[in-house]
């Protein structure tokens, strides 16, 4: 069945770079997403890549996608105080309702 | 534009009382519409999905039910709470256009149930 895996936890120090990990087990997915979630809110998409596409970068995020391995990882340069939140992954599942499979979720920590 | 409207923000109840939550999307026809729950604000849990007015499908048996009366309106419910209810509800909308901004999902700012 479809899953996806992220390690629950990250900390970093303000100014490194911060990267999140995640891996996925539906080698037909299409799409993959990122979001973030601040503490109260519901989620944000912050960005998502392609499958046929190994990398994406947005201003201070880098998407890199190993489609072999099903590894999806999520670079934030410079992290700042207002990065710490939770950082979900998503692929969109093979089956035609559109669902989206996200992972258990990131916290990312970042310390001044 | 379109936007998603989730209330109550919070919402304290005692076990065993009714519940409604309301979503409305605006500025969009035909969505597919999805409730969440997020427990103890880790992972979200699928609850239900619609994908049309008088079409549900239940991810996980439970003690919650939807509606979608209405093409832009999605309705979580119960007749009776239980403590394990608690938890912070999430809905959120996909186009059933073609598109990676299509298919990902926006989400309402969220309900913080406490049953108590």
């Known amino acids: 069945g479809e899953d996806v895996e992220q390690s629950l936890f990250l900390s970093v120090r303000e100014g490194d770079s911060s990267v999140i990990n995640c891996t996925y087990t539906?080698?037909?997915?299409?799409?993959l997403y990122w979001y973030k979630q601040e503490p109260g809110a519901g989620l944000q998409l912050l960005t998502y890549?392609?499958?046929?596409?190994d990398m994406k970068q947005d201003q201070r995020l880098t998407v890199l996608l190993n489609k072999k391995d099903k590894h999806l990882s999520l670079r934030i340069a410079d992290t700042q105080t207002g990065d710490s939140a939770i950082y979900f992954c998503?692929?969109?599942?093979?089956?035609?309702?559109?669902?989206?499979?996200f992972g258990q979720g990131t916290t990312l920590q970042v310390k001044p | 534009s379109q936007t998603i409207h989730q209330w109550p923000a919070t919402l304290v109840q005692p076990v065993g009382s009714p519940l409604s939550l309301e979503c409305t999307v605006e500025?969009?026809?035909?969505?597919?519409l999805y409730w969440y729950r997020q427990a103890a604000g880790r992972g979200l849990q699928l609850l239900f999905y619609s994908v049309g007015i008088g079409q549900i499908s239940s991810e996980v048996p439970q003690n919650l039910s939807a509606s979608r009366p209405q093409d832009r309106q999605f309705i979580l419910s119960s007749k009776k709470l239980l403590l394990s209810d608690s938890g912070f509800y999430l809905c959120a909308w996909s186009s059933q256009g073609r598109g990676p901004l299509n298919y990902g999902y926006t989400f309402g700012s969220g309900t913080r149930l406490t049953v108590v």
């Open positions: 500025g969009t026809s035909n969505p597919n």
């Open positions: 998503a692929e969109r599942g093979s089956g035609n309702t559109g669902k989206l499979i």
């Open positions: 539906d080698s037909s997915s299409t799409y």
């Open positions: 890549i392609f499958s046929n596409m």
